[in-house]
């Protein structure tokens, strides 16, 4: 079956460094993705792993090892506006999207 | 780059009726399309996948009675709920695949469905 675990929810405070983490068991792997959604909205695109390591761009990175199941999205210098929900997606030959972390940004 | 324009953003009906909503590319061709509901503060839901000239493939649990998706060309995927309920109030959104993309899918920006 298909199971992707990421935290319901975290709290940090501006200008803080924040780590999100997914572990996931899938029947394929074809890649990882990290959405950010904002409540009402659709999600929108941050990153993509398919090989292990990590991937860096801007204040957000993420990382991936695929023989651990295991990735997580980093948030740096975080800002007001960074507060969303963190989705973890595993790519198959479709999107399999994780419950998401809900994160709060405080002052 | 790749575009997908999801209509309406926002629709009320009434209990017992239909409603479309449509899911383009804009410019780049689809030959798949997937359908998701998301409820409040919950993640998104795969309901089914939409392939371009053939019958869509519904997750387990989906009724394809009650949802029907038709992908009759290579940028329209539609999604009908036909004899709404309330508990069918959702945020329905969609995703395409662009092979032009390395990660390969874009979504639209949702439909916001009450059912009254």
């Known amino acids: 079956g298909q199971n992707i675990d990421q935290p319901t929810e975290m709290t940090a405070t501006e200008g803080a460094i924040v780590q999100i983490n997914c572990t996931y068991q899938t029947s394929g792997f074809n890649g990882l993705f990290w959405y950010q959604q904002h409540a009402g909205e659709a999600p929108t695109f941050l990153s993509y792993n398919v090989l292990d390591g990590l991937e860096e761009k801007g204040r957000f990175s993420s990382f991936l090892s695929r023989s651990k199941g295991y990735s997580y999205l980093l948030l740096k210098e975080l800002q007001m506006k960074d507060s969303a929900s963190y989705l973890c997606a595993v790519k198959d030959d479709k999107i399999i999207f994780g419950k998401g972390t809900r994160l709060h940004i405080l002052p | 780059g790749a575009v997908v324009s999801q209509h309406p953003s926002r629709v009320i009906c009434k209990s017992g009726t239909s409603v479309k909503i449509e899911c383009r590319s804009l410019?780049?061709?689809?030959?798949?399309m997937f359908w998701y509901r998301q409820f409040p503060k919950q993640s998104l839901m795969l309901m089914a996948t939409s392939n371009e000239g053939s019958k869509a493939t519904y997750e387990q649990g989906v009724e394809k009675d009650k949802f029907l998706i038709n992908h009759a060309s290579l940028t329209l995927s539609t999604l009908t709920v036909t004899s709404a309920h309330p508990e069918d109030s959702s945020f329905y959104i969609c995703s395409a695949r662009d092979r032009g993309l390395h990660y390969g899918y874009t979504f639209g920006s949702g439909t916001r469905l009450t059912v009254v």
């Open positions: 410019d780049f061709q689809a030959t798949t």
